[in-house]
């Protein structure tokens, strides 16, 4: 990824038009004003208040297609499930529905969410590192798909808890295969030292396969894999198939056990600046099922069902977040500060792994990006920043800035900190908006608190 200080220093990266190919494929320039999906986001902003995230819903609905026109084109054993921790509203769950994919929850929140959407539970896959007993018992009673097993504890519950209800239930094992993804440490899954998942060292993991083949209530039916999050490097997939294949002609030759499936998680980066430049889709469809095809007609393996769950890469660069500039400060030869109604609570990935982010004035979106600013948020935090020291053009009060890229692990992991509001979601299509998500008040603050 690039440095901040190259995107100042190229004077080709002027514009906010230069950031159109990490804007929503709709996204055009029209008399200085950015518009999505044929909607003006400046009267957008000014008619609907901000902050506020904008999605384009043709945008979510085409990385979908893709995904799964571009996976079956290499195999027809194919799983496309949209990982709802990257965002999710019930109106997401509907859409999700509607393109024929399936879904990946990781709570009971999220299970909710998507049953009351009146989602397949039986096309939900269900994860999580500790899962209670109770969200167990959620799983089984609404007849999710399959439980994703991350512990030998966990495979004990959901046997029992299975079996005293006289039903099976359907699982897959996540296996860490000791890669390390080409990420942030944060976001980083795959490694042997990961709170997730069976390892392979010490034969770890082909013991949990073996008490799932043994246990009542329990149908084994493959495995998962998740090496990471925002992976521009798809030779890490490669190696990770790799083992994992190698696992699967492991639990044949020594159990007997034919492996069904293969859920190679999600992770494939995506765009947030003008110096990225993560593999395509049809990229990683490649790599992921010719990888598998090749690995297991080496090893006379049946090729298994092949499942995809991506999240980011569905959603990032489909939302954009709007804020109006509330002060500017300039601190002579150091730096200048552009302070937005908003920031961690609705953003708070710079401030948790460094992000990336770049930022352009949307009422001003044909003029040059020629100052270098900081987007300081609102909070009572030093490390609330969305933007260090980026191009931007020159900031007025009450201009509308706009933050691409956006639409993942942004809503999802808002808060109330300083009890702020959460901002709402707004989608837009063919030159209309709505709300999906409501902008909270302090009604909703108030709710919980019993005084």
Same mark, same amino acid.
């Given at each position: 990824?690039?440095?901040?200080?190259?995107?100042?220093?190229?004077?080709?990266?002027?514009?906010?038009?230069?950031?159109?190919?990490?804007?929503?494929?709709?996204?055009?320039?029209?008399?200085?004003?950015?518009?999505?999906?044929?909607?003006?986001?400046?009267?957008?902003?000014?008619?609907?208040?901000?902050?506020?995230?904008?999605?384009?819903?043709?945008?979510?609905?085409?990385?979908?297609?893709?995904?799964?026109? !571009?996976?079956?084109?290499?195999?027809?054993?194919?799983?496309?499930?949209?990982?709802?921790?990257?965002?999710?509203?019930?109106?997401?769950?509907?859409?999700?529905?509607?393109?024929?994919?399936?879904?990946?929850?990781?709570?009971?929140?999220?299970?909710?969410?998507?049953?009351?959407?009146?989602?397949?539970?039986?096309?939900?896959?269900?994860?999580?590192?500790?899962?209670?007993?109770?969200?167990?018992?959620?799983?089984?009673?609404?007849?999710?798909?399959?439980?994703?097993?991350?512990?030998?504890?966990?495979?004990?519950?959901?046997?029992?808890?299975?079996?005293?209800?006289?039903?099976?239930?359907?699982?897959?094992?996540?296996?860490?295969?000791?890669?390390?993804?080409?990420?942030?440490?944060?976001?980083?899954?795959?490694?042997?030292?990961?709170?997730?998942?069976?390892?392979?060292?010490?034969?770890?993991?082909?013991?949990?396969?073996?008490?799932?083949?043994?246990?009542?209530?329990?149908?084994?039916?493959? !495995?998962?894999?998740?090496?990471?999050?925002?992976?521009?490097?798809?030779?890490?997939?490669?190696?990770?198939?790799?083992?994992?294949?190698?696992?699967?002609?492991?639990?044949?030759?020594?159990?007997?056990?034919?492996?069904?499936?293969?859920?190679?998680?999600?992770?494939?980066?995506?765009?947030?600046?003008?110096?990225?430049?993560?593999?395509?889709?049809?990229?990683?469809?490649?790599?992921?099922?010719?990888?598998?095809?090749?690995?297991?007609?080496?090893?006379?393996?049946?090729?298994?069902?092949?499942?995809?769950?991506?999240?980011?890469?569905?959603?990032?660069?489909?939302?954009?977040?709007?804020?109006?500039?509330?002060?500017?400060?300039?601190?002579?030869?150091?730096?200048?500060?552009?302070?937005?109604?908003?920031?961690?609570?609705?953003?708070?990935?710079?401030?948790?792994?460094?992000?990336?982010?770049?930022?352009?004035?949307?009422?001003?979106?044909?003029?040059?990006?020629?100052?270098?600013?900081?987007?300081?948020?609102?909070?009572?935090?030093?490390?609330?920043?969305?933007?260090?020291?980026?191009?931007?053009?020159?900031?007025?009060?009450?201009?509308?800035?706009?933050?691409?890229?956006?639409?993942?692990?942004?809503?999802?992991?808002?808060?109330?900190?300083?009890?702020?509001?959460?901002?709402?979601?707004?989608?837009?299509?063919?030159?209309?908006?709505?709300?999906?998500?409501?902008?909270?008040?302090?009604?909703?603050?108030?709710?919980?608190?019993?005084?």
């Amino acid at each position: 990824m690039g440095s901040l200080s190259a995107a100042v220093a190229q004077p080709d990266h002027k514009t906010g038009a230069d950031l159109l190919g990490v804007l929503p494929q709709s996204a055009e320039i029209i008399d200085g004003h950015l518009h999505i999906a044929g909607v003006d986001m400046v009267e957008l902003a000014r008619e609907a208040g901000t902050a506020v995230y904008v999605m384009d819903e043709e945008q979510i609905r085409k990385q979908l297609r893709d995904y799964r026109k !571009l996976m079956s084109s290499h195999w027809e054993r194919i799983g496309v499930a949209y990982a709802g921790k990257a965002f999710l509203s019930k109106s997401m769950v509907k859409l999700v529905e509607e393109e024929n994919c399936s879904l990946d929850v990781s709570s009971g929140g999220e299970l909710a969410i998507a049953l009351a959407a009146g989602f397949p539970a039986d096309r939900i896959y269900s994860h999580g590192n500790n899962k209670t007993e109770k969200e167990i018992i959620e799983c089984i009673e609404s007849g999710v798909g399959r439980i994703v097993v991350d512990s030998f504890e966990e495979l004990d519950r959901i046997s029992a808890l299975a079996a005293a209800r006289g039903t099976e239930q359907s699982v897959l094992l996540r296996v860490t295969p000791g890669i390390k993804a080409d990420t942030h440490d944060y976001i980083t899954t795959g490694a042997e030292d990961s709170k997730f998942g069976f390892g392979l060292n010490e034969g770890l993991a082909l013991e949990a396969v073996k008490r799932a083949i043994a246990a009542p209530g329990v149908s084994y039916e493959g !495995l998962h894999m998740h090496i990471g999050s925002q992976i521009y490097a798809l030779n890490s997939f490669s190696a990770a198939i790799e083992k994992m294949v190698e696992f699967i002609h492991q639990i044949k030759t020594e159990l007997g056990a034919d492996t069904g499936t293969l859920n190679t998680g999600g992770g494939l980066g995506v765009a947030y600046g003008v110096p990225d430049e993560p593999a395509t889709i049809e990229e990683y469809a490649e790599v992921v099922v010719r990888g598998i095809k090749e690995a297991c007609e080496a090893r006379g393996l049946a090729i298994p069902c092949i499942v995809v769950e991506p999240g980011r890469s569905i959603v990032a660069s489909s939302g954009v977040t709007l804020y109006t500039v509330g002060t500017i400060k300039e601190i002579p030869n150091i730096r200048t500060y552009i302070s937005i109604d908003g920031g961690m609570t609705d953003n708070i990935r710079t401030s948790l792994y460094q992000a990336h982010y770049e930022a352009f004035i949307a009422n001003k979106a044909d003029q040059p990006r020629s100052t270098t600013a900081t987007i300081a948020g609102k909070h009572c935090e030093s490390g609330d920043i969305v933007v260090s020291d980026g191009p931007l053009q020159a900031a007025e009060v009450g201009d509308i800035l706009c933050v691409p890229a956006t639409g993942a692990y942004c809503q999802s992991l808002s808060s109330n900190y300083n009890k702020q509001v959460r901002p709402g979601v707004i989608w837009v299509k063919e030159g209309n908006w709505r709300w999906v998500v409501r902008r909270e008040t302090y009604e909703d603050l108030l709710r919980c608190d019993l005084g």
